[in-house]
């Protein structure tokens, strides 16, 4: 049974629950991720995502180039142990609608990151496709709490 160890991202880049969130975003563009996990040493303490970016920060205009990770990152973030089986983990992440999961070892200890492309790429591709179909639903946008933001399709109001 292929365990998560033998399909995961090693040596992950972590933050500081004090780095800010240029930092994330910079980070984040350098190594072309949309996640990175925030640790306190190496304790796992949260994750912060592109998407945490935008909807706790940008969109609530709380963003200031020194605002900290701490204040947009998702806490008690989703997790699995580095010997857990693949099957395990890809059933978590259906049930939970996530792409991707810190990895920790026995001792608590961030040791990776497991995302769907590398149980696609390492693991079982038609397990990896029904994980991916799954954590896609809805494939509609929710459009019930529509902003001011809000124009035509395709973005912007529309002219008088």
Same mark, same amino acid.
């Not at 020194?66 to 395990?88: A, G, H, K």
């Given at each position: 049974? #292929?365990? +998560?160890? /033998? %399909? $995961?991202? &090693? ?55 020194? #605002?900290? +990770?701490? /204040? %947009? $990152?998702? &806490? ?85």
């Amino acid at each position: 049974m #292929t365990q +998560v160890s /033998d %399909v $995961m991202t &090693r040596g992950v880049r972590s933050l500081s629950p004090k780095d800010t969130v240029v930092m994330a975003a910079q980070a984040m563009q350098e190594l072309d991720v949309g996640a990175l996990p925030v640790c306190n040493e190496d304790r796992l303490v949260g994750i912060v995502t592109d998407r945490d970016l935008v909807l706790r920060g940008l969109a609530q205009a709380r963003l200031d180039p020194n #605002t900290p +990770v701490d /204040d %947009v $990152m998702s &806490r008690q973030p989703l997790w699995c142990f580095e010997n857990q089986p693949i099957e395990d983990v890809m059933a978590y992440m259906e049930k939970s609608q996530v792409r991707r999961v810190p990895v920790i070892d026995q001792n608590n200890h961030l040791v990776g990151m497991v995302s769907l492309g590398d149980l696609a790429v390492k693991g079982d591709q038609q397990q990896a496709a029904r994980a991916l179909r799954s954590i896609s639903e809805p494939a509609q946008p929710d459009r019930s709490h529509q902003s001011q933001a809000s124009g035509a399709a395709g973005g912007g109001a529309s002219e008088p």
